[in-house]
């Protein structure tokens, strides 16, 4: 069963705009979250992560948000720039993955 | 080269075929895994390697074989694959093994026909 679920395949924003892409966990043993990002033909790279006892964390345009009640964590990116247009993906305890969303930020 | 890197980036092969996917990293790290992208669902990790002894064997049929000759290389055989094995296979590396950042490669794209 899938214990990480990212439920939006895609999402569009216009440059400038914020972006928020969503990721929900069952495992409440989770203690540690990341985000990658992966463009086509590449493999994903590391963008961001949050461990259980924080429940913000900010590097530049991209801020991670845990809402560990909720079993919920969110990326933002802010402001969305064209080059930001990628699949990201959202990772529990470094080896359980969600599916990922597409981004596309429209210029 | 730096990085993690994986060929053959494309592979087409039949039921009955013998091939072999390689990884090499660059970057000095002690643990390595494979993972298999299937179209629309979760990275499923299939090995790992930690000092290059293999510590996680998720359920994985045997038709796929894992060798790590060294902390720097990774090498997933493959044989008597099934047409639902076709997937993007990638590989990664961190520097240890707990609450690490993993480096992906670029992923071989298998297709059994």
Same mark, same amino acid.
């Given at each position: ?48 992560s ?58 | ?7 053959p980036?494309?592979l087409?092969? #039949?039921?009955?075929?013998?091939? *072999? ?25 299939m ?7 293999q ?16 902390s ?13 094995? *076709? ?5 990664? *590396?961190?520097? #240890? ?7 992906? #490669?670029? #992923? ?6």
């Open positions: 069963d899938q214990q990480v679920k990212q439920n939006s395949p895609s999402l569009s924003v216009q440059e400038g705009r914020i972006s928020i892409l969503n990721c929900d966990y069952t495992n409440s043993m989770f203690d540690y979250f990341l985000w990658y990002k992966k463009y086509p033909a590449e493999g994903p790279t590391f963008l961001i949050i461990s259980s006892i924080k429940d913000k964390n900010e590097d530049g345009r991209f801020t991670v948000f845990l809402n560990k009640s909720a079993k919920h964590l969110s990326l933002h990116i802010v402001p969305s720039q064209p080059g930001d247009s990628a699949v990201y993906f959202c990772a529990a305890n470094q080896f359980y993955f969600g599916t990922g969303t597409s981004l596309t930020v429209i210029p | 080269e730096t990085g993690v890197t994986q060929t980036r494309h087409v092969m #039949g039921m009955t075929n013998k091939k *072999s996917l390689k990884c090499e990293q660059h970057l000095g790290h002690n643990a390595m895994y494979w993972y298999k992208q299937s179209a629309k669902k979760p990275l499923e990790l090995f790992v390697y930690n000092f290059k002894e510590t996680e064997n998720n359920s994985v049929p045997s038709r796929f074989s894992p060798e790590c000759p060294n720097s290389h990774l090498f997933l055989h493959l044989h008597t694959l099934q047409p639902e094995d *076709s997937a993007l296979y990638l590989c990664a *590396s961190s520097q #240890g093994f707990e609450w690490e950042t993993q480096y992906f #490669g670029p #992923g071989t794209r298998l297709t059994v026909l």
